[in-house]
């Protein structure tokens, strides 16, 4: 446990602009107070996708201030369960005590009500991820 003395879940998908960030934002508001939540990219954009920031705050959830960064920055970091999100071959070899694969499709092209259908199939993955955790 690295990040402030709580287990660490990181979240990876290939930009690290929808999937990842989104994951991110949810699993800090279901449970930030019991985990260290993080996001990264095999090979980060640079920005969060300005559709997902929008979608996001249709649900209240204010994803502006995070940013698109790449898995050096889970450098250092013990992390308890490593989720990618689909990224294929480019999805990286990070030391974890869990290691879980949702291969949930990349929204960036999709329409916006395929985006919110690929948003809300996150969250539920992502209270699934939680429930799981909690009851181990």
């Known amino acids: 446990m690295t990040r402030k003395n709580k287990p660490v879940i990181a979240f990876v998908c290939i930009e690290n602009s929808c999937r990842s960030q ?19 990219g095999s090979s980060p954009s640079g920005e969060v996708n300005p559709r997902a920031i929008s979608l996001m705050q249709e649900l209240g959830y204010d994803m502006s201030a995070q940013k698109s960064t790449g898995i050096g920055s889970l450098e250092g970091e013990e992390i308890e369960a490593l989720v990618t999100m689909g990224c294929g071959d480019s999805c990286p070899n ?32 992502v209270e699934g991820l939680f429930k799981s955790l909690l009851n181990c």
């Not at 989104?22 to 990264?40: D, H, P, T, V």
């Not at 949930?104 to 395929?114: Q, T, V």
């Not at 690929?118 to 969250?123: A, E």
Request: aromatic share 8%; glycine share 6%.
């Open 22 to 40: 989104i994951a991110e934002a949810f699993a800090k508001g279901i449970n930030q107070s019991s985990y260290g939540i993080l996001s990264a």
């Open 94 to 125: 990070i030391s974890s005590k869990q290691n879980i694969d949702w291969q949930i499709p990349d929204p960036k092209h999709m329409s916006l009500d395929e985006f919110r259908s690929v948003r809300d199939h996150i969250r539920g993955r």
